[in-house]
């Protein structure tokens, strides 16, 4: 009996051995570029995927680099040159201000590094097709945040669309209003290692290119490539700040916009910082609706609404019916209204690069991203229809939620 027990100790110890080796031998080494605010929502979701293993970090800023690798312990790289230049890099994360992104992104491709970048992708589609170009060229994988159609709710919605669970759809309503921030406590916001929140960035650059990311990568996830978009986007609050000079001064901060699909799908989505908070999406299908409150939520409740018929009248179901989710979400540490996985896309990226596969975030899925969102805050008060100039090859869902 000993000398059994001890005969299968040593098998399951040699199994966790050839297990951790296999590990050792897929884990992405990652290196951070922008310490600033984002920067801690990515560390905060970090120990979720135990396949990235970050080996530094770096700033233009000095102090921010000192401050941010104290609190969170991890090593420095005291300038951009030396992180690029370091052969154990595998992924660069670009969490640098929004205009700084096709640099940093350009950079680290051209050093021979994946990478992974914060929304957006680029704040021009030419700069965005030029990283993609390079990226393929090169043989490299680059993504764009936001990863949020990879949360389990986004996946449990795919899910039901992929089995007709409100038969064929015709319509979308997305919204993503956040309030009016200008008149919020902005000011006092600090990220956990104490970093105060870039309101000027923000504001600059704009709540479309911001924020419309999270529910365009859900929609050209769930229904396909866009066709074209009909957009108006005005600045409707044009004396936000007194204390610092906008540079430009009216980037738009209401934004609605009519995405046509080539599958035939029609969605409107909303985005302002004007409007009262509400990220609700519904789905309009032929025999009932697909709803749920907050994409920000990785683990917001999904509903059903099913047509209903007595005698000659056909009408909605008041009761909604709640979707079990394909699976249960991570517990979040972060404090605010979100309770989003930021370093999900950077592991479905490692993931992609291990298995030799298409990541469910390629490059051609960023890029068209990237253009509905431009396109979307150039319309501005002329209210055209843009027709899109990129497509993109659809992705698997997650294994997890097939």
Same mark, same amino acid.
């Given at each position: ?19 951790? /080796? ?34 530094? $970090?770096?700033?233009?800023?000095? @102090? %921010?680099?000192?401050?941010?690798? =104290? ?27 929004? %205009? ?24 021009? $589609? *030419? @700069? ?8 393929? @060229? ?20 795919? /899910? ?19 309030? #009016? ?8 916001? #600090? ?14 650059? &704009? ?30 609050? =044009? ?26 799908? $029609?969605? !409107? ?18 025999? &009932? ?11 917001? *409740? $999904?509903?059903?609404? !099913? ?10 179901? *008041?009761? =909604?019916?709640?979707? *079990?989710?394909?699976? /249960? ?51 501005? @008060? ?19 939620? =097939?």
């Amino acid at each position: 009996m000993l000398g059994t027990a001890i005969f299968w100790l040593s098998v399951q110890s040699l199994v966790i051995f050839q297990r951790c /080796k296999l590990f050792s031998l897929v884990a992405m080494k990652i290196a951070i570029v922008g310490c600033g605010f984002v920067a801690d929502y990515y560390l905060s979701t970090l120990p979720f995927h135990p396949q990235l293993e970050l080996i530094g $970090v770096t700033d233009q800023v000095p @102090e %921010r680099i000192e401050k941010f690798a =104290k609190f969170h312990s991890v090593p420095i790289y005291k300038k951009l040159e030396d992180l690029l230049s370091d052969p154990q890099v595998d992924i660069v994360l670009n969490l640098t201000n929004p %205009r700084s992104h096709y640099q940093v992104s350009k950079a680290a491709l051209n050093a021979g590094k994946h990478v992974y970048s914060e929304k957006p992708f680029a704040m021009a $589609v *030419p @700069e965005a097709k030029e990283l993609v170009d390079l990226a393929e @060229e090169k043989s490299l994988h680059i993504s764009s945040a936001p990863c949020s159609a990879l949360s389990e709710t986004a996946q449990t919605i795919w /899910k039901a669309l992929r089995n007709e669970v409100v038969g064929k759809v015709y319509l979308v309503y997305a919204e993503m209003d956040d309030g #009016l921030v200008h008149k919020m406590p902005y000011q006092q916001w #600090l990220s956990a290692s104490g970093t105060p929140w870039p309101y000027k960035d923000e504001f600059e650059v &704009g709540c479309t290119l911001e924020h419309a990311g999270y529910y365009v990568n859900w929609l050209t996830m769930f229904f396909g490539p866009a066709k074209s978009v009909t957009a108006f986007s005005s600045c409707q609050v =044009k004396d936000k700040v007194s204390d610092v000079e906008l540079e430009p001064p009216s980037t738009p901060d209401f934004s609605v916009a009519c995405i046509q699909f080539q599958s035939g799908v $029609v969605a !409107r989505l909303t985005c302002s910082i004007v409007a009262t908070h509400d990220h609700e999406l519904r789905i309009f299908g032929e025999d &009932g609706v697909i709803s749920m409150d907050d994409c920000w939520n990785y683990g917001d *409740p $999904v509903y059903v609404q !099913r047509m209903m018929r007595i005698r000659r009248k056909v009408f909605m179901n *008041p009761f =909604k019916k709640k979707i *079990p989710l394909v699976r /249960k979400p991570p517990k979040f540490n972060t404090r605010g209204a979100q309770r989003m996985d930021f370093c999900r896309g950077v592991a479905e990226m490692a993931d992609a690069i291990a298995q030799n596969r298409p990541s469910r975030m390629a490059a051609d899925i960023s890029l068209h991203n990237n253009e509905l969102a431009i396109a979307i805050q150039d319309a501005m @008060e002329a209210s055209s229809t843009y027709h899109m100039t990129t497509t993109f090859i659809p992705p698997a869902p997650m294994d997890w939620a =097939k």
